[in-house]
Protein backbone atom coordinates (compact mmCIF):
# COMPACT_ATOMS: atom_id res chain seq x y z
CA UNK A 1 0.00 0.00 0.00
CA UNK A 2 1.58 3.32 -0.68
CA UNK A 3 1.07 6.27 1.36
CA UNK A 4 -2.44 5.91 2.75
CA UNK A 5 -3.81 6.19 -1.07
CA UNK A 6 -5.16 3.12 -2.18
CA UNK A 7 -7.51 2.97 -5.35
CA UNK A 8 -6.95 6.96 -5.89
CA UNK A 9 -8.38 7.49 -2.63
CA UNK A 10 -6.65 9.12 0.18
CA UNK A 11 -7.83 7.16 3.25
CA UNK A 12 -5.63 8.62 5.70
CA UNK A 13 -8.35 10.72 7.27
CA UNK A 14 -10.28 7.98 8.20
CA UNK A 15 -7.28 5.66 10.33
CA UNK A 16 -8.19 5.19 14.26
CA UNK A 17 -11.51 7.16 13.81
CA UNK A 18 -14.78 5.69 15.53
CA UNK A 19 -17.72 5.72 12.59
CA UNK A 20 -20.88 6.47 15.44
CA UNK A 21 -22.70 8.73 13.54
CA UNK A 22 -22.65 10.97 10.15
CA UNK A 23 -22.22 14.12 12.02
CA UNK A 24 -18.78 13.15 12.81
CA UNK A 25 -17.97 12.92 9.03
CA UNK A 26 -17.75 15.92 6.20
CA UNK A 27 -19.31 16.00 3.03
CA UNK A 28 -16.25 14.87 1.07
CA UNK A 29 -15.00 12.82 4.22
CA UNK A 30 -18.53 10.59 3.21
CA UNK A 31 -18.29 11.07 -0.44
CA UNK A 32 -14.77 9.68 0.05
CA UNK A 33 -15.79 6.47 2.08
CA UNK A 34 -18.89 5.98 -0.92
CA UNK A 35 -16.28 6.14 -3.64
CA UNK A 36 -14.16 3.63 -1.29
CA UNK A 37 -17.58 1.25 -1.36
CA UNK A 38 -17.87 1.51 -5.07
CA UNK A 39 -14.28 0.43 -5.67
CA UNK A 40 -14.86 -2.46 -3.03
CA UNK A 41 -17.58 -3.28 -4.70
CA UNK A 42 -16.26 -3.45 -8.27
CA UNK A 43 -12.84 -5.38 -6.86
CA UNK A 44 -15.43 -8.32 -5.01
CA UNK A 45 -17.39 -8.69 -8.44
CA UNK A 46 -14.70 -9.40 -10.46
CA UNK A 47 -13.25 -11.64 -7.32
CA UNK A 48 -10.02 -9.02 -6.96
CA UNK A 49 -8.22 -9.85 -3.40
CA UNK A 50 -8.85 -7.17 -1.56
CA UNK A 51 -7.43 -8.39 2.10
CA UNK A 52 -6.48 -5.07 3.55
CA UNK A 53 -6.64 -5.91 7.04
CA UNK A 54 -5.11 -9.18 7.02
CA UNK A 55 -4.44 -10.80 10.41
CA UNK A 56 -6.89 -8.41 12.44
CA UNK A 57 -9.71 -9.63 14.81
CA UNK A 58 -12.54 -7.40 15.02
CA UNK A 59 -15.62 -7.97 17.93
CA UNK A 60 -19.32 -7.52 17.14
CA UNK A 61 -21.33 -6.91 19.66
CA UNK A 62 -25.21 -7.24 19.15
CA UNK A 63 -27.44 -6.71 21.79
CA UNK A 64 -30.76 -6.86 19.40
CA UNK A 65 -31.23 -8.72 16.61
CA UNK A 66 -30.10 -8.19 13.22
CA UNK A 67 -29.59 -9.95 9.57
CA UNK A 68 -28.18 -7.85 7.25
CA UNK A 69 -25.88 -5.56 9.26
CA UNK A 70 -24.45 -8.87 11.41
CA UNK A 71 -23.82 -10.95 7.75
CA UNK A 72 -22.34 -7.70 6.19
CA UNK A 73 -19.96 -7.35 9.01
CA UNK A 74 -18.73 -11.20 8.95
CA UNK A 75 -18.92 -11.52 5.18
CA UNK A 76 -16.71 -7.84 4.84
CA UNK A 77 -14.37 -9.48 7.84
CA UNK A 78 -14.26 -12.37 5.60
CA UNK A 79 -12.89 -10.46 2.50
CA UNK A 80 -10.79 -8.18 4.35
CA UNK A 81 -8.68 -11.26 5.84
CA UNK A 82 -9.96 -10.12 9.51
CA UNK A 83 -11.50 -12.92 12.03
CA UNK A 84 -14.67 -11.57 13.68
CA UNK A 85 -16.03 -12.80 16.93
CA UNK A 86 -19.68 -12.96 17.83
CA UNK A 87 -20.73 -11.40 21.24
CA UNK A 88 -24.51 -11.16 22.33
CA UNK A 89 -26.18 -10.28 25.77
CA UNK A 90 -26.30 -14.35 26.24
CA UNK A 91 -22.91 -14.94 25.78
CA UNK A 92 -20.79 -12.37 27.20
CA UNK A 93 -20.82 -10.14 30.81
CA UNK A 94 -20.93 -6.71 29.00
CA UNK A 95 -23.73 -4.96 31.42
CA UNK A 96 -24.35 -7.42 33.86
CA UNK A 97 -21.69 -8.60 35.54
CA UNK A 98 -18.90 -6.04 33.37
CA UNK A 99 -19.60 -2.45 32.65
CA UNK A 100 -19.56 -0.68 29.82
CA UNK A 101 -15.65 0.90 30.19
CA UNK A 102 -14.33 -1.78 31.48
CA UNK A 103 -15.65 -4.31 28.77
CA UNK A 104 -14.24 -1.40 26.35
CA UNK A 105 -10.72 -1.76 27.86
CA UNK A 106 -11.05 -5.38 28.16
CA UNK A 107 -11.84 -5.71 23.97
CA UNK A 108 -9.62 -3.37 22.94
CA UNK A 109 -7.05 -5.46 24.24
CA UNK A 110 -7.72 -8.20 22.17
CA UNK A 111 -9.51 -6.74 18.88
CA UNK A 112 -8.54 -4.36 15.98
CA UNK A 113 -12.05 -3.22 16.26
CA UNK A 114 -15.30 -2.83 18.17
CA UNK A 115 -18.87 -3.25 16.20
CA UNK A 116 -21.89 -2.40 18.70
CA UNK A 117 -25.72 -2.78 18.03
CA UNK A 118 -27.89 -1.50 20.93
CA UNK A 119 -30.14 0.66 22.86
CA UNK A 120 -29.21 4.29 23.48
CA UNK A 121 -26.31 6.62 21.97
CA UNK A 122 -24.83 7.12 24.73
CA UNK A 123 -23.61 3.22 25.61
CA UNK A 124 -21.61 3.49 21.88
CA UNK A 125 -20.31 6.53 22.27
CA UNK A 126 -19.14 5.07 26.19
CA UNK A 127 -17.61 2.39 24.58
CA UNK A 128 -15.57 4.32 21.92
CA UNK A 129 -14.47 6.97 24.68
CA UNK A 130 -13.18 3.75 26.56
CA UNK A 131 -11.86 1.70 23.59
CA UNK A 132 -8.33 2.07 22.45
CA UNK A 133 -9.57 1.21 18.72
CA UNK A 134 -12.03 2.39 16.33
CA UNK A 135 -15.31 1.62 17.13
CA UNK A 136 -18.59 1.38 14.81
CA UNK A 137 -22.09 1.69 15.13
CA UNK A 138 -24.39 -0.97 13.77
CA UNK A 139 -27.50 1.16 15.48
CA UNK A 140 -28.52 2.28 18.31
CA UNK A 141 -32.33 4.19 19.16
CA UNK A 142 -30.49 7.45 17.64
CA UNK A 143 -28.33 6.36 14.71
CA UNK A 144 -27.81 3.88 12.30
CA UNK A 145 -24.87 5.65 10.03
CA UNK A 146 -23.97 2.26 8.20
CA UNK A 147 -26.98 1.96 6.62
CA UNK A 148 -26.96 5.76 5.62
CA UNK A 149 -23.78 4.92 3.59
CA UNK A 150 -25.46 1.85 1.91
CA UNK A 151 -28.82 3.70 0.94
CA UNK A 152 -26.33 6.47 -0.30
CA UNK A 153 -24.31 4.46 -2.88
CA UNK A 154 -27.30 2.73 -3.91
CA UNK A 155 -29.50 5.81 -4.59
CA UNK A 156 -25.69 7.43 -6.51
CA UNK A 157 -25.71 4.22 -8.60
CA UNK A 158 -29.51 5.12 -9.46
CA UNK A 159 -29.30 8.83 -10.28
CA UNK A 160 -25.34 9.32 -11.17
CA UNK A 161 -24.83 11.76 -7.81
CA UNK A 162 -27.17 12.93 -4.66
CA UNK A 163 -26.59 16.26 -4.67
CA UNK A 164 -30.02 18.19 -5.42
CA UNK A 165 -32.06 15.31 -5.20
CA UNK A 166 -35.43 14.94 -3.29
CA UNK A 167 -35.89 12.40 -0.55
CA UNK A 168 -38.90 11.72 1.61
CA UNK A 169 -38.84 9.96 4.53
CA UNK A 170 -42.38 8.94 5.51
CA UNK A 171 -43.40 7.30 8.66
CA UNK A 172 -41.87 7.00 11.84
CA UNK A 173 -39.24 9.54 11.09
CA UNK A 174 -38.44 10.72 14.52
CA UNK A 175 -36.33 7.50 15.41
CA UNK A 176 -33.15 6.02 14.25
CA UNK A 177 -33.61 6.00 10.33
CA UNK A 178 -35.23 9.73 10.08
CA UNK A 179 -32.52 10.68 12.65
CA UNK A 180 -29.48 9.52 10.35
CA UNK A 181 -30.88 9.97 6.97
CA UNK A 182 -31.95 13.83 7.77
CA UNK A 183 -28.11 14.19 8.43
CA UNK A 184 -26.93 12.54 5.79
CA UNK A 185 -29.08 14.19 3.32
CA UNK A 186 -28.22 17.90 4.91
CA UNK A 187 -24.24 16.59 3.88
CA UNK A 188 -24.77 15.46 0.88
CA UNK A 189 -26.56 18.52 0.06
CA UNK A 190 -29.92 16.67 -0.79
CA UNK A 191 -33.81 18.02 0.10
CA UNK A 192 -34.88 16.18 2.64
CA UNK A 193 -38.39 16.16 4.19
CA UNK A 194 -39.58 14.18 7.00
CA UNK A 195 -43.38 13.66 6.51
CA UNK A 196 -45.43 12.46 9.68
CA UNK A 197 -47.75 13.19 12.36
CA UNK A 198 -46.64 16.27 14.27
CA UNK A 199 -45.62 14.02 17.26
CA UNK A 200 -43.32 11.49 15.27
CA UNK A 201 -41.66 14.55 13.02
CA UNK A 202 -37.63 14.26 13.84
CA UNK A 203 -36.31 16.21 17.33
CA UNK A 204 -36.01 19.80 17.38
CA UNK A 205 -32.33 20.31 18.16
CA UNK A 206 -31.53 17.72 15.55
CA UNK A 207 -33.71 19.59 13.02
CA UNK A 208 -32.05 22.71 13.32
CA UNK A 209 -28.61 21.16 13.01
CA UNK A 210 -29.42 19.45 10.05
CA UNK A 211 -31.04 22.51 9.17
CA UNK A 212 -27.61 24.79 9.39
CA UNK A 213 -25.77 21.96 7.52
CA UNK A 214 -27.94 22.40 4.44
CA UNK A 215 -27.31 25.87 4.44
CA UNK A 216 -23.64 24.98 3.94
CA UNK A 217 -24.34 22.52 1.19
CA UNK A 218 -26.76 23.85 -1.08
CA UNK A 219 -29.64 21.35 0.21
CA UNK A 220 -32.74 21.57 2.68
CA UNK A 221 -35.12 20.23 5.40
CA UNK A 222 -39.03 20.05 5.56
CA UNK A 223 -41.50 18.72 8.37
CA UNK A 224 -44.68 18.27 6.47
CA UNK A 225 -47.60 15.84 8.12
CA UNK A 226 -49.26 16.17 4.46
CA UNK A 227 -47.80 12.76 2.88
CA UNK A 228 -49.76 14.57 -1.06
CA UNK A 229 -47.26 17.51 -0.59
CA UNK A 230 -44.13 15.70 1.02
CA UNK A 231 -43.96 13.15 -1.99
CA UNK A 232 -44.79 15.69 -4.77
CA UNK A 233 -41.87 15.09 -7.45
CA UNK A 234 -39.60 13.14 -4.58
CA UNK A 235 -36.52 11.01 -6.08
CA UNK A 236 -36.60 8.74 -3.18
CA UNK A 237 -39.08 7.81 -0.86
CA UNK A 238 -38.18 5.69 1.97
CA UNK A 239 -39.79 4.17 5.12
CA UNK A 240 -38.76 2.00 8.18
CA UNK A 241 -41.19 0.11 10.25
CA UNK A 242 -43.42 1.93 12.57
CA UNK A 243 -42.12 0.16 15.63
CA UNK A 244 -38.83 -0.33 15.99
CA UNK A 245 -36.54 -2.59 18.41
CA UNK A 246 -36.71 -2.79 21.71
CA UNK A 247 -40.14 -0.27 21.23
CA UNK A 248 -43.25 -2.24 23.14
CA UNK A 249 -45.50 -5.21 21.10
CA UNK A 250 -48.39 -2.60 22.87
CA UNK A 251 -47.45 0.38 20.93
CA UNK A 252 -48.44 -1.45 17.70
CA UNK A 253 -52.58 -0.45 18.11
CA UNK A 254 -51.87 3.13 18.26
CA UNK A 255 -48.46 3.26 15.46
CA UNK A 256 -51.42 1.70 13.14
CA UNK A 257 -54.03 4.33 13.83
CA UNK A 258 -51.67 6.74 13.48
CA UNK A 259 -49.40 5.85 10.72
CA UNK A 260 -51.84 4.14 7.82
CA UNK A 261 -52.55 7.43 5.95
CA UNK A 262 -48.45 7.67 5.88
CA UNK A 263 -48.50 3.80 4.05
CA UNK A 264 -46.07 4.11 0.94
CA UNK A 265 -48.67 2.81 -1.70
CA UNK A 266 -49.54 3.08 -5.39
CA UNK A 267 -51.43 6.45 -4.84
CA UNK A 268 -47.82 8.13 -3.15
CA UNK A 269 -45.98 7.16 -4.97
CA UNK A 270 -48.48 8.68 -8.34
CA UNK A 271 -46.96 11.97 -6.30
CA UNK A 272 -43.40 11.63 -6.84
CA UNK A 273 -41.12 12.04 -9.93
CA UNK A 274 -41.56 9.67 -12.79
CA UNK A 275 -38.11 7.56 -11.97
CA UNK A 276 -39.16 8.01 -7.99
CA UNK A 277 -37.36 4.98 -6.28
CA UNK A 278 -38.64 2.97 -3.37
CA UNK A 279 -36.48 2.26 -0.39
CA UNK A 280 -36.74 0.76 2.96
CA UNK A 281 -33.64 -0.26 5.28
CA UNK A 282 -35.43 -3.70 5.86
CA UNK A 283 -36.90 -5.62 7.46
CA UNK A 284 -40.19 -4.53 6.26
CA UNK A 285 -43.99 -5.52 6.72
CA UNK A 286 -45.45 -5.78 3.32
CA UNK A 287 -47.44 -9.09 3.15
CA UNK A 288 -48.38 -11.43 5.76
CA UNK A 289 -45.37 -14.13 5.30
CA UNK A 290 -43.82 -12.36 8.84
CA UNK A 291 -44.80 -13.96 12.39
CA UNK A 292 -45.65 -10.10 13.20
CA UNK A 293 -47.47 -9.67 10.34
CA UNK A 294 -49.86 -12.58 10.56
CA UNK A 295 -50.02 -11.56 14.46
CA UNK A 296 -51.01 -7.82 13.57
CA UNK A 297 -53.32 -9.20 10.90
CA UNK A 298 -55.38 -11.41 13.32
CA UNK A 299 -55.36 -8.17 15.97
CA UNK A 300 -55.96 -5.36 13.70
CA UNK A 301 -57.09 -6.78 10.69
CA UNK A 302 -53.99 -5.14 9.10
CA UNK A 303 -52.41 -7.27 5.89
CA UNK A 304 -49.72 -4.26 4.91
CA UNK A 305 -47.98 -1.82 7.22
CA UNK A 306 -45.52 0.45 6.33
CA UNK A 307 -45.54 -0.14 2.31
CA UNK A 308 -47.88 -2.31 0.02
CA UNK A 309 -46.79 -5.14 -1.52
CA UNK A 310 -47.01 -4.05 -4.64
CA UNK A 311 -44.88 -0.88 -3.72
CA UNK A 312 -42.36 -3.39 -2.56
CA UNK A 313 -42.42 -5.59 -5.61
CA UNK A 314 -42.17 -3.06 -7.65
CA UNK A 315 -39.81 -1.99 -10.54
CA UNK A 316 -39.31 0.90 -8.26
CA UNK A 317 -38.13 -0.66 -5.33
CA UNK A 318 -34.24 -1.09 -4.71
CA UNK A 319 -34.56 -2.50 -1.22
CA UNK A 320 -32.53 -5.37 -2.08
CA UNK A 321 -29.73 -3.70 -3.35
CA UNK A 322 -29.38 -1.44 -0.29
CA UNK A 323 -29.23 -4.39 1.26
CA UNK A 324 -26.38 -5.93 -0.70
CA UNK A 325 -24.42 -2.49 -0.42
CA UNK A 326 -24.46 -3.04 3.35
CA UNK A 327 -21.56 -5.17 2.92
CA UNK A 328 -19.77 -2.77 0.52
CA UNK A 329 -19.73 -0.10 2.47
CA UNK A 330 -19.39 -1.83 5.67
CA UNK A 331 -16.50 -3.14 4.17
CA UNK A 332 -15.45 0.46 3.23
CA UNK A 333 -15.63 2.03 7.05
CA UNK A 334 -13.82 -1.61 8.33
CA UNK A 335 -11.14 -1.22 6.21
CA UNK A 336 -10.51 2.82 5.90
CA UNK A 337 -10.50 3.26 9.60
CA UNK A 338 -8.06 0.05 10.62
CA UNK A 339 -6.61 -1.32 7.20
CA UNK A 340 -3.06 -1.20 6.79
CA UNK A 341 -2.00 0.84 4.13
N1 LIG B 1 -31.29 -2.78 7.96
C1 LIG B 1 -30.73 -3.44 8.98
O1 LIG B 1 -29.98 -2.90 9.79
O2 LIG B 1 -31.07 -4.76 9.02
P1 LIG B 1 -30.73 -5.78 10.20
O3 LIG B 1 -31.57 -5.35 11.40
O4 LIG B 1 -31.14 -7.11 9.66
O5 LIG B 1 -29.28 -5.70 10.50
N1 LIG C 1 -35.92 1.58 12.97
C1 LIG C 1 -35.57 0.19 12.83
C2 LIG C 1 -34.43 0.05 11.88
C3 LIG C 1 -34.04 -1.37 11.60
C4 LIG C 1 -32.88 -1.48 10.65
C5 LIG C 1 -35.22 -0.38 14.19
O1 LIG C 1 -34.51 0.29 14.95
O2 LIG C 1 -35.68 -1.47 14.51
Same mark, same amino acid.
Given at each position: ?????????????????????????????????????????????????????????????????????????????????????????????????? !????????????????? #?????????????? #?????????????????????????????????????????????????????????????????????? #?????????????????????????????????????? #??????????????????????????????????????????????????????????????????????????????? !?????????????????????????
Amino acid at each position: MNGGNTMGINMDAFKGRDFLKLLDFTSDEIKALLDFSAELKEKKKNRVPHRLCDGKSVALIFEKSSTRTRCAFEVACCDLGIHPVHLDPRSSQMGKKE !SIPDTARVLSRMFDGIE #YRGYGQDIVEEIAE #YADVPVWNGLTDDAHPTQILADFLTAREKFGSLEGKKLIFIGDSGFNMGHSLMIGCAKMGMHFVACSPEK #YLPRKPLVDKAREIAKETGGSVTLETDPSKAAKDADII #YTDVWVSMGEPDEVWKERIDDLMPYQVNAKLMSYASPDCIFMHCLPAFHDLRTGIGRENYQKFGVTEMEVTDEVFESKA !SVVFDEAENRMHTIKAVIAATIGEW
